[in-house]
């Protein structure tokens, strides 16, 4: 099956089971991409595991990210159908003021460290998450260094610049 044809089976069944929560579908880099608001997330990863023809079965990956603009946290779900040779990603957005989605260690196992280090280098809280803790961090830590809230050098140096960081 074509890139294509996958975004828009996904994207029809989508649409058909959850109107209104697909707040986009397109194919960016070569790669089916959906974007689904945060208060149907779980739901909708849950039928993208478990319907019969789509059979996400596989978490491939997790992470966080923040957008360009600096005022919305994200998650990335890459999800894999292995028998077909499907794969997919699935973001979502929220307001870095309530960084909280629910987990999806119920669907995924293996989401419970993916979940941990996002939280503990993102701040995102991953709502019934069975033991959502720093992962690579000490717990003394108060900030979330993948933030772009922080400046990346310290600040009395003079010989370098967050420009040259990109900022």
Known sequence: MEKAE??????TKLKGNFHGSIESAELLYDFPVFVINKEHIHDVLSFLKSDE???FHFLTD??????PDEKHLGVIY???NMSKNFRIRVKTFFPMANPEIPTATDLWKGANWMERETYDFFGVKFKGHPNLKRILNVD???IHPLRKEYPLEDQSRDD???KMFGR
Request: hydrophobic share 40%; proline share 0%.
């Open 160 to 162: 370098k610049s967050d």
């Open 53 to 55: 023809e789509l059979n």
């Open 62 to 67: 997790l992470t966080g990210f923040q957008t």
């Open 6 to 11: 996958l975004l828009e089976l996904v994207n």
């Open 140 to 142: 003394e830590m108060n």
């Open 78 to 80: 890459h999800l894999h």
